[in-house]
């Protein structure tokens, strides 16, 4: 760990894919090198050697060398092509989360990072994470454009108002690391960052124990969604239901009155709580109300986890911190409390263990 106050010239590998994100950049400081040297040298050589050396020296024309036209074609495209695979490669590395991963949730906000871990603890530019797991972030703002930046992870995504973005890493190495705020956000920009601290997995269930007993945000999500906003009213099930039935309905695709189908994922459950006429599924009315302005967030957030919670066909990503925790790990078995504003314990949900 550099804590001096020098930069470093490469930080810290701290995550699986950060060699590979270094190797391809030394490669293509290698490519760049190597043809930017040659080139001036070729420079200097041919405007010293073909300089005029009597006035008005009438040069002899060549007419093209098949040969040479092709290897000049060839050997540049053969090398772009390799830079084009590395970095597709090392993107799809990085953009698609593995299925198993921990969910933590982010949001930015005009100067500071705001994370929640799936049993409810909430950290403050922050973020505790167990090495050795995959952790996936979906993050979104409250305001602004911002972007979260872990160099020793050689990762970084832009947080965008109005949608989820999702970010995933493996920390393989314990330690503390620079967080950063990669978007100028306004003023206090600069001093939007943290630290990320890496811990063995004992060490974080000692420290995920010790957090006190927060809200989950599936814990939160279910309260709004059967006090406070009162959806269940509507998509709870029984003979009011006359919104669309969301147990297991995530990760499915869903088929809407225009034809098209998309899949319901964090993305789509979101734009039907903020702008629910604009996706209407077949066999319903357009009759639920947006909810824009009155959710915030975070709130947004426990809505999307709750949904989630009801159940999935391939429910294999849980919103479960770590396996050994038994601290209030969210999850469609909680469900069926007798909260009898939620009749939606009529139609158990998807039960998997
Ligand atoms: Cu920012």
Redesign the pocket.
């Given at each position: 760990m550099q804590s001096t106050s020098w930069v470093p010239l490469f930080p810290d590998q701290a995550s699986t894919f950060a060699w590979q994100v270094d190797y391809f950049y030394f490669y293509l400081i290698l490519v760049s090198v190597s043809f930017a040297i040659p080139i001036v040298v070729a420079i200097f050589f041919f405007a010293i050697k073909y300089r005029e050396k009597e006035k008005f020296e009438t040069p002899e024309e060549i007419h093209g060398s098949m040969v040479l036209e092709t290897t000049w074609s060839i050997i540049p495209f053969v090398i772009s092509m390799t830079i084009f695979l590395g970095g597709a490669y090392l993107y799809f590395q990085q953009y698609r989360p593995p299925a198993d991963t921990m969910e933590i949730y982010v949001v930015?906000k005009?100067?500071m990072w705001k994370f929640q871990h799936g049993t409810g603890q909430r950290e403050i530019n922050e973020l505790h994470v167990p090495a050795g797991r995959n952790i996936k972030l979906m993050m979104t703002t409250e305001d602004v454009l911002?972007?979260v930046f872990i160099p020793a992870f050689r990762t970084k995504a832009d947080v965008v108002p109005g949608r989820y973005t999702t970010l995933w890493f493996n920390a393989t190495t314990p330690g503390k690391y620079h967080l950063y705020?990669a978007?100028y956000?306004g003023l206090n920009?600069s001093g939007?960052g943290g630290w990320v601290y890496v811990m063995p997995q004992n060490e974080f269930d000692d420290w995920l124990a010790g957090g006190g007993s927060n809200q989950t945000p599936v814990e939160l999500g279910k309260d709004l969604f059967t006090n406070k906003l009162g959806c269940a009213s509507c998509h709870a099930g029984g003979q009011n239901q006359r919104g669309a039935k969301l147990e297991g309905l995530f990760g499915t695709d869903v088929k809407l009155t225009t034809g098209q189908v998309v899949k319901a994922d964090e993305e789509y459950i979101r734009n039907s709580i903020l702008n629910p006429s604009g996706q209407i599924v077949e066999g319903y009315q357009p009759i639920m109300p947006t909810f824009k302005g009155q959710v915030t967030e975070e709130q947004l957030v426990g809505l999307v986890a709750y949904i989630k919670s009801l159940g999935s066909p391939n429910a294999a990503t849980s919103t479960t911190a770590a396996p050994t925790t038994n601290a209030a790990a969210p999850s469609a078995n909680t469900k069926p409390a007798a909260t009898p504003a939620a009749p939606a314990s009529n139609q158990p949900a998807p039960k998997k263990k």
């Open positions: 930015g005009q100067w911002h972007d705020c978007e956000c920009h939007m």
